[in-house]
């Protein structure tokens, strides 16, 4: 299998390159470039800003009449983003920069000018003091004269704003007592106030205990000491209290019985003719009068009328029910 991305070529034995034609370019011919803006400018036409690193097409030719130490300096076409004015700066390989030729105006371009006589001028002593030692003593004297110079005059304002100032220091320090005083005050009032707070919140909870502790001694005895009414003597001696304990018992067993049972519409009471109950009566009491035995008067119930028949209980109605006795009697 061929490889995909071929390096190397095939070239036959009788390959002669001097046979090749070569091919005639003009020296400034000019190549299409992408780059960057390579310092921030501002077009003249239009006064558009143009900052650095703004990339661009641009043509690339060699400048065929400059040269420094044999490398070749390059010019660049560019055009403004606004009013698409012509723009060129070239390279500038002695200073490593670039330098701007028409069409726009360089920022900051005052500043770079100080730095380069700063630098020519630094420079030029150094040539100097390198051939000329009494340069060097000079130039030394003239550097320590101007030092002094300097700290005389510093010195000059110090005082000078020493004079103007009029800094009473008996003042300060008045003020700074008067500060502490008055820090020291704002703190003892700080704790008053969060000792008497203490104080009103251990008062107040001692006083709801105190309440509390009250009302449950007062709940205690109503609740062991039932209250007495003049009547209940009476009731006592009234009701006999074999009677009380049953109703009792039976209550807390079974309930109170209302007045209107669910049950009270089972239960039918059978009516009686009022002949049939005289006769049964009369009858019992013939045979009651007739029988001379003593004993066997005394061992018989006496006969007793049902108790009367209240309208809505089951208990009632069964009592009132007297089927067996109507049995009996047949």
Same mark, same amino acid.
């Given at each position: 299998?061929?490889? *995909?991305?071929?390096?190397?070529?095939?070239?036959?034995?009788?390959?002669?390159?001097s046979?090749?034609p070569?091919?005639?370019? =003009?020296?400034?011919?000019?190549?299409?470039?992408?780059?960057?803006?390579?310092?921030?400018?501002?077009? #003249?036409t239009?006064?558009?800003?143009?900052?650095?690193?703004?990339?661009?097409?641009?043509?690339?030719?060699?400048?065929?009449?400059?040269?420094?130490?044999?490398? =070749?300096?390059f010019?660049?076409?560019?055009?403004?983003?606004?009013?698409?004015?012509?723009?060129?700066?070239?390279?500038?390989?002695?200073? @490593?920069?670039?330098?701007?030729?028409?069409?726009a105006?360089r920022n900051?371009?005052?500043e #770079?000018?100080?730095?380069?006589?700063?630098k020519?001028?630094q420079?030029?002593?150094?040539?100097?003091?390198?051939?000329?030692?009494? !340069?060097?003593?000079?130039?030394?004297?003239?550097?320590?004269?101007?030092?002094?110079?300097?700290?005389?005059? &510093?010195?000059?304002?110090?005082?000078?704003?020493?004079r103007?100032?009029?800094v009473?220091?008996?003042?300060m320090?008045?003020?700074?007592?008067?500060?502490?005083?008055? *820090? !020291?005050?704002r703190?003892l009032?700080?704790?008053?106030?969060?000792?008497?707070a203490?104080?009103?919140?251990a008062?107040?909870?001692?006083?709801?205990?105190?309440s509390d502790s009250?009302?449950? %001694? /007062?709940?205690?005895?109503?609740?062991?000491?039932? !209250?007495?009414?003049?009547?209940?003597?009476?009731?006592?001696?009234?009701e006999?209290q074999?009677? !009380?304990?049953?109703t009792?018992?039976?209550? *807390?067993?079974?309930?109170?019985?209302?007045? #209107?049972?669910?049950? %009270?519409?089972?239960? @039918?009471?059978?009516?009686? %003719?009022?002949?049939?109950?005289? /006769?049964?009566?009369?009858?019992?009491?013939?045979?009651? *009068?007739?029988?001379?035995?003593?004993?066997w008067?005394?061992?018989? =119930?006496?006969?007793?009328?049902?108790? =009367?028949?209240?309208?809505?209980?089951? &208990?009632?109605l069964l009592? /009132?029910?007297?089927?067996?006795?109507?049995? @009996?009697?047949?």
């Amino acid at each position: 299998m061929s490889e *995909r991305k071929v390096l190397n070529k095939y070239y036959p034995p009788d390959f002669d390159p001097s046979k090749i034609p070569k091919l005639k370019l =003009p020296k400034d011919r000019q190549y299409v470039v992408r780059l960057m803006a390579p310092f921030n400018m501002r077009c #003249k036409t239009c006064g558009e800003y143009i900052y650095k690193g703004k990339k661009f097409n641009a043509r690339k030719e060699t400048v065929q009449t400059e040269m420094y130490l044999g490398l =070749p300096i390059f010019r660049f076409y560019i055009k403004c983003t606004r009013c698409l004015a012509e723009i060129t700066f070239k390279t500038d390989p002695e200073n @490593t920069d670039y330098t701007m030729e028409h069409g726009a105006t360089r920022n900051f371009q005052a500043e #770079k000018l100080l730095e380069e006589e700063e630098k020519r001028v630094q420079k030029e002593r150094e040539e100097e003091e390198l051939n000329n030692p009494m !340069k060097v003593l000079e130039n030394r004297t003239k550097d320590s004269k101007l030092e002094m110079e300097v700290l005389e005059n &510093l010195q000059e304002l110090k005082e000078l704003n020493q004079r103007q100032a009029n800094v009473d220091f008996e003042s300060m320090l008045k003020q700074y007592k008067d500060y502490e005083e008055e *820090r !020291k005050r704002r703190e003892l009032e700080e704790d008053e106030t969060e000792m008497k707070a203490m104080l009103e919140q251990a008062q107040s909870r001692r006083f709801l205990e105190d309440s509390d502790s009250d009302e449950e %001694a /007062a709940q205690v005895p109503s609740r062991s000491v039932p !209250k007495m009414k003049p009547t209940d003597i009476l009731q006592e001696d009234t009701e006999p209290q074999s009677k !009380k304990l049953k109703t009792e018992s039976w209550e *807390r067993s079974v309930g109170k019985l209302n007045s #209107k049972s669910q049950l %009270a519409g089972l239960v @039918t009471v059978k009516k009686q %003719a009022p002949g049939s109950t005289t /006769a049964n009566g009369v009858g019992k009491q013939t045979t009651l *009068r007739s029988s001379d035995a003593g004993s066997w008067s005394s061992s018989l =119930p006496a006969v007793t009328q049902p108790p =009367p028949a209240v309208p809505g209980s089951s &208990l009632s109605l069964l009592g /009132a029910y007297s089927d067996s006795e109507d049995s @009996t009697s047949d």
